[in-house]
Structures are given as structure tokens and as C-alpha cells.
């Protein structure tokens, strides 16, 4: 989604750690990112990883999630470490191309994602996707920072 889109505080900390871990590349590298300095994200943040058939081919290419927060669990309603992602989203709209387009433009990527049919409390999920890499080159690693939308309190009912 565009570059526009207003994130949270929490995301906006972590695009700056992120940012900050280029250290003049183009890309950080993901053996930087350990889960000392990730701490404050933890519950809130998915690691991908992109699996491709072979070296560049960018087509055959799957996302598998290899690590995923206890809160990002909660809002699905159940575990996601070490499913692909067009498994998750099998019958449903997919995700799938906006981790293609961080792999492609090797820059951060942020979009609404429709969780309604895991959450009825979170049917809005705010990702943040943040490319990595062991080479500067290819991205071989998504760092997903998520913030739940919650469902506005109905003022009828508070009254």
C-alpha cells in the first residue's frame, strides 16, 4: 500500500530500527536483527522467510512464516509458525502480493489486511513489511510488524 499510510507509534519505531540497521546498505542485513534488540516488538512481529526453487527465481518463489508473535497467534486464532502464507489465505483474498512487491522493490511495504474471518474484536490488521538480506541484494527474510485494528465500541451500548 502506499508509502502515505500513517502507522502506529509502535511501527513507526520499529521502520526506524529498521532503517537504522541499513547502515549505508541497501538493504539490512538479517543476521542483525536478534530477538535482544527486537524485544519491544516480540508479540507484535512475524519473520518470513522467502523461499525460492532456485537462486533469482523470483516466480516460483513461496513465503513460509518462520516465526510468529504470540499476539499476531491471537488475532488469527491459532498458530502460523511454519505455514506458508497461500495456505493461510487458501480461499480467501491473498496477501501474497504485497510480499512480492517488498521482495521486488527491496523497500518497506505497509497495508490493511481484512482479518475478519479470523477475528470479529480485530477485522483490521495494519502490517508493516521490512525487507532483509544476507547478500544486499536479494531479500531472504520479511520482518512483519502488526498492529490490530480494533472493532470501535458501539456508544449505544456503553451508555
Known amino acids: 500500500m502506499h508509502r502515505s499510510m500513517q502507522l502506529p507509534e509502535?511501527?513507526?519505531?520499529?521502520?526506524?530500527?529498521?532503517?537504522?540497521k541499513r547502515r549505508g546498505r541497501l538493504l539490512p542485513d538479517r543476521s542483525g536483527f536478534?530477538?535482544?534488540?527486537?524485544?519491544?516488538?516480540?508479540?507484535?512481529?512475524?519473520?518470513?522467510?522467502?523461499?525460492?526453487?532456485?537462486?533469482?527465481d523470483d516466480a516460483a518463489m513461496r513465503f513460509r512464516v518462520?516465526?510468529?508473535?504470540?499476539?499476531?497467534?491471537?488475532?488469527r486464532g491459532g498458530g502460523v509458525?511454519?505455514?506458508y502464507l497461500d495456505d493461510l489465505t487458501r480461499g480467501r483474498t491473498s496477501t501474497e502480493p504485497h510480499y512480492r512487491c517488498c521482495v521486488a522493490t527491496r523497500q518497506p511495504v505497509r497495508f490493511l489486511h481484512d482479518n475478519s474471518h479470523n477475528s470479529l474484536l480485530y477485522p483490521q490488521m495494519?502490517?508493516?513489511?521490512?525487507?532483509?538480506?544476507?547478500?544486499?541484494r536479494s531479500v531472504d527474510r520479511i520482518i512483519v510488524g502488526v498492529h490490530a485494528v480494533p472493532l470501535p465500541m458501539d456508544r449505544s451500548l456503553a451508555a
Open 34 to 56: 536478534g530477538p535482544l534488540e527486537l524485544r519491544p516488538w516480540l508479540g507484535h512481529i512475524a519473520v518470513i522467510a522467502v523461499e525460492r526453487q532456485s537462486p533469482g
Open 10 to 20: 509502535h511501527l513507526q519505531a520499529l521502520e526506524a530500527y529498521w532503517c537504522l
Open 126 to 136: 495494519l502490517k508493516l513489511l521490512l525487507p532483509l538480506s544476507q547478500d544486499d
Open 81 to 83: 509458525t511454519n505455514r
Open 66 to 75: 518462520v516465526l510468529s508473535g504470540m499476539h499476531i497467534d491471537d488475532y
